[in-house]
């Protein structure tokens, strides 16, 4: 999700800012992210009907195969303030707590895509591409918004850098092989129909390199090079509120353009949309719920158990667009199924957040409270 650091930046009292209402500690742009996506929508529809030769006119130029200019540069955009946010150096860390590591690990590349794979084709076995589109978002593990649902659910911020610095890695490495697993392999092993479904790997690997690849070499340079030369202070204070918002920016101008492509099949099935939302919604509570329940049950402190279940409930909406426009094309319903996610992982993940702190209160001991029920 696009990302805008101006959450709180310090804690001086946990307490009183645990019962701010969360969403006053959200920037504007992130808290009317679903507002802005719905006007994005319709600005898209709007743009389609008044040009109608718009599809035409972008892809007088193309960059990579199916992917014009004017895409091309939105989903870079989308990108790069996300990738610029990681603290790539923290990696470093990552050994000093095996159990949140492995758990990270396999919650979020083993559960997660499998529990995406069986929602899709459980909820939506009519509708292959925005089934397929809705795969390629359960393998896309998030690495931006979750730092700002941690940050308000007053979670570990140090294990949260970690966890998404990881996350950005090992994207790049197994995306692809991910991709064709659960597109291709899977569905023949377990005797499932995709007939029709044209995918090369090397073509969901070439987007990957070019989508993430690019945004990612810019964003550990640009951090490496600005904390050189300014200090951490300055870049995470000064720099990256100032780059930020162009991630929405990119995340619109995309929407935008999609919509407006897309705008005779959307009004003609407007319940494609609802369709797509409810494994979605499955999704959300089945990652967060299960991974917070497990988090407790091995014994992790409340910080580290938050970290746990907001990492594996969230995803990276910017990298599912970009290989479904760049492997299907802009016009797909891969694309479309994308951009419904963070329509409503914004107000879900929100409502977690609550959800979250109130359990932090009731299950999690304080130095002078006892822990209810016997809890580690």
Known sequence: MAQVIEVA????????????????????????????????MAAGLVLGRTIPSL????????????????????????????????RYDELGTVTRDRRTLVSSLVINWVIGPLVMFTLAWLMLPDL???????????????????????????????AAAVLVALNSLFQVVAFALLGYFYLKVFPGWLGLHTQGLEL???????????????????????????????????????????????????????????????GHTITSHPADVARIALPLLAYFAIMWFGTFAYGRAIGLPYERTATLAFTAAGNNFELAIAVAIGVFGVTSGEALAGVVGPLIEVPVLVGLVYVSLWARRHYFPTPSQPVPGGAR
């Open 9 to 40: 930046s310090e804690r001086p009292l946990v307490e009183a800012e645990s019962i701010d209402p969360v969403i006053t500690r959200l920037s504007v742009l992130n808290r009317f992210l679903p507002l802005w996506i719905l006007m994005a």
């Open 55 to 86: 599809n035409s006119h972008l892809n007088a130029v193309h960059v990579t195969t199916g992917t014009s200019l004017p895409i091309f540069i939105g989903l870079l955009v989308m990108m790069y303030p996300v990738l610029a946010k990681v």
């Open 128 to 158: 292959p591409a925005y089934r397929t589109g809705l795969i390629i978002v359960g393998l896309a593990r998030c690495i931006a918004m979750v730092l700002i649902w941690n940050d308000l659910a007053l979670g570990d911020r140090e």
């Open 200 to 262: 090369s790997i090397w073509r969901v690997a070439e987007t990957v390199a070019i989508f993430l690849g690019i945004p990612l070499v810019a964003g550990y340079l640009t951090r490496t090079i600005g904390e050189r030369r300014r200090g951490r202070e300055w870049y995470e204070t000064k720099f990256i509120p100032r780059i930020a918002p162009f991630a929405l920016y990119g995340l619109l101008y995309t929407i935008v353009i999609l919509f407006a492509l897309q």
